[in-house]
C-alpha cells in the first residue's frame, strides 16, 4: 500500500465543473463545464475554428441528412454568415432534405408508411429540381452542389428559403458548397428522367473540388457531422490525393459529432489523417447549438471554477 499522496490522478477539483450563476449565459455554461472528455473536444474545437479563421485557414462541415432532419441548419447558416464555416461538403440525402426545406419547408417522409405503397421517394418537385441541377452542371462545367445552387437561387425570400443551406450559399458564394453521393444511394436516382452520365459528371466535379479545398487545409479544420460512410470516405480519399501531391496537412484538425461513434469516422475523420482528431458523440440538436454559442459568444474573461 502507498499514501494516496504518491498515486497519480486523472481528475482533480481544479477540473470539475463550475455551476453557473441562474443567468448565465449559454457560452458561460459550456466555458466551466467539467475540464475532461467531451467538454474539452468541444472547447477545442471552437478553439480551433477560431484559429483557423484568424489564419485565414478554411473550415469545412461535411453535413449528412440528419442534420437537416433534426433542425440544426439555422446554427451551420449563421456560421457561414459570420465566416466561420467556409465551405460545406453535404451527402445526398442532406442535400435532398435541404431541397426539399427550400421550396416546401417540410422534409423526412414516414418511410414505413410509404415503401409498401411503392411511394417511397417519388415526389415530383424534389427530382424535378434535381434532374434540372444536373442539366444545368453538364451544360455550364459546374459541380452539384453549385448547379443545385444556381437551381434554387431565384426563390423568393421566404421563411423557409431562409432555412435551407444550399439556398443561403446562392446568397453568399455559389462555388462554396459540394455535393457527394453514391448512386443509387439517394431517391432522387429513380427518377427516370434523371441523366446518369451528367450527375456522375457533376459529382466528380464536386469530388475534385474537395481535393483542392483539402490540398489548402494545412491550419484549417474539418468537421464531420453525422455522415457514418460516404462522407468520411471522401474526406479519406482527399487527403491522400493532397498529400501525393505533396501538400503539408500536419497542422489540420479534424472532428467528428455524431449521436453514436461509428467505425469509418472514427478512422477516416479522427484517426487516420496527419494533425490532430476529436470525436464529440451527442446529439446534433444538442452539440450543434453548444458548438454555435461558443464560436458566437465573447471570449469569457476569468474562472468561475469552485
Known amino acids: ?94 442535400a435532398i432534405h435541404d431541397v426539399e426545406i427550400a421550396i416546401h419547408g417540410e422534409t423526412s417522409e414516414d418511410v414505413d408508411d410509404t415503401l409498401g405503397k411503392g411511394e417511397f421517394g417519388m415526389v415530383a418537385e424534389t427530382t424535378e429540381l434535381f434532374d434540372a441541377a444536373c442539366q444545368a452542371c453538364s451544360s455550364r462545367n459546374i459541380g452539384l452542389g453549385a448547379g443545385l ?56 466535379t464536386d469530388f475534385r473540388a474537395v481535393c483542392k479545398i483539402v490540398f489548402g487545409l494545412q491550419g484549417g479544420v474539418w468537421v464531420n457531422v453525422g455522415s457514418a460512410t460516404l462522407l468520411p470516405e471522401v474526406f479519406l480519399k482527399a487527403i491522400s490525393s493532397a498529400l501525393h501531391a505533396g501538400a503539408e496537412l500536419d497542422r489540420i484538425t479534424t472532428a467528428d459529432m455524431d449521436m453514436i461513434r461509428h467505425y469509418r469516422p472514427t478512422q477516416n475523420v479522427v484517426r487516420r489523417p496527419p494533425g490532430h482528431g476529436l470525436q464529440i458523440t451527442g446529439h446534433h440538436e444538442i452539440m450543434l447549438p453548444l458548438l454555435h454559442q461558443l464560436l458566437v459568444s465573447p471570449p469569457i474573461t476569468g474562472d468561475a471554477r469552485l
Open 1 to 94: 500500500m502507498k499514501s494516496i499522496r504518491d498515486r497519480q490522478h486523472k481528475m482533480s477539483i481544479g477540473q470539475f465543473g463550475a455551476v453557473q450563476p441562474d443567468e448565465a449565459s449559454v457560452a458561460q455554461v459550456v466555458a466551466n463545464m467539467p475540464q475532461c472528455l467531451a467538454a474539452d473536444s468541444l472547447r477545442k474545437l471552437a478553439a480551433a475554428i477560431k484559429a483557423a479563421r484568424d489564419d485565414g485557414s478554411p473550415v469545412v462541415f461535411a453535413l449528412g441528412g440528419h442534420v437537416v432532419k433534426t433542425g440544426c441548419s439555422n446554427y451551420i447558416i449563421d456560421l457561414c454568415r459570420r465566416g466561420f464555416v467556409t465551405h460545406l461538403a453535404l451527402n445526398g440525402a442532406a
Open 149 to 204: 445552387v444556381n437551381e434554387l437561387a431565384d426563390l423568393l425570400r421566404t421563411p423557409r428559403a431562409a432555412s435551407s443551406l444550399l439556398w443561403n450559399q446562392s446568397q453568399v458564394d455559389a462555388g462554396s458548397v459540394t455535393v457527394h453521393a453514391a448512386i443509387g444511394a439517394d431517391t432522387v436516382h429513380l427518377s427516370d428522367d434523371l441523366d446518369g452520365a451528367a450527375l456522375g459528371k457533376a459529382l466528380l
